[in-house]
């Protein structure tokens, strides 16, 4: 296949219309509202459809939802999930005894929260993970439920269906 490539013009050839036109764009945007957040000073509020960090979630009758069956964990591409399985007082019925996302590994994509058949696991609006000690990242089952009910979407409210 012969690709016809277009003939440029003299000017063209010089870049100066390219360059007039970038420096138009730049001039424009010297007199439009200032986006530049100063963080970490200035915290940076994310819109209700951000997703942040996954946390877990309790029922309306303050149980947690998951059933321990580890599918998050199956999922989770840097493999950031770990569930050891507990046996509730119901024969079919299982919760989670354990339950670790290393922070350190997880990037947020969402998968977890996806595939979860109880709607146990939601990505809340936390950003700032960072420390500088990796297993203070490793966040245990109950601080998991604490960032879950401090999210204000979700106090006091089951998870909706569907964001948005
Ligand atoms: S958001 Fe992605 S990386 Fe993080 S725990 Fe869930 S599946 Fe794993
Ligand atoms: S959070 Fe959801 S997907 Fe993960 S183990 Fe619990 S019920 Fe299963």
Same mark, same amino acid.
């Given at each position: 296949?012969?690709? @016809?490539?277009?003939?440029?013009?003299?000017? $063209?050839?010089?870049?100066?219309? &390219?360059?007039? !036109? *970038? /420096? %138009? &764009? &730049?001039?424009?945007?010297?007199?439009?509202?200032?986006? +530049?957040?100063?963080?970490?000073?200035?915290?940076?509020?994310?819109?209700?459809?951000?997703?942040?960090?996954?946390?877990?979630? &309790?029922? /309306? !009758?303050?149980?947690?939802?998951? +059933?321990?069956? @580890?599918?998050?964990?199956?999922?989770?591409?840097?493999?950031? %999930?770990?569930?050891?399985?507990? $046996? +509730?007082?119901?024969?079919?019925?299982?919760?989670?005894?354990?339950?670790? %996302? =290393? #922070?350190?590994?997880?990037? #947020?994509?969402?998968?977890?929260?996806?595939?979860?058949?109880?709607?146990?696991?939601?990505?809340?609006?936390?950003?700032?993970?960072? =420390?500088? =000690?990796? +297993?203070?990242?490793?966040?245990?089952?109950?601080?998991?439920? $604490?960032? *879950?009910?401090?999210?204000?979407? /979700?106090?006091? @409210?089951?998870?909706?269906?569907?964001? *948005?």
């Amino acid at each position: 296949m012969i690709v @016809k490539r277009p003939v440029l013009k003299w000017w $063209e050839k010089i870049y100066l219309p &390219t360059i007039l !036109d *970038g /420096l %138009i &764009t &730049t001039f424009k945007h010297l007199f439009k509202k200032r986006v +530049t957040v100063q963080y970490p000073e200035e915290k940076w509020v994310p819109p209700p459809k951000f997703r942040g960090a996954p946390v877990l979630l &309790t029922g /309306l !009758d303050g149980r947690e939802k998951c +059933t321990s069956c @580890k599918l998050c964990m199956f999922i989770c591409p840097p493999q950031a %999930i770990r569930i050891v399985a507990g $046996e +509730t007082e119901h024969p079919i019925e299982k919760y989670p005894k354990e339950f670790y %996302i =290393d #922070f350190g590994l997880c990037i #947020f994509c969402g998968y977890c929260e996806e595939v979860c058949p109880c709607e146990a696991i939601w990505l809340k609006h936390k950003y700032e993970m960072a =420390d500088f =000690d990796r +297993t203070n990242l490793i966040f245990d089952k109950e601080k998991l439920l $604490e960032m *879950g009910r401090e999210e204000p979407y /979700l106090k006091g @409210k089951e998870k909706p269906l569907k964001k *948005g």
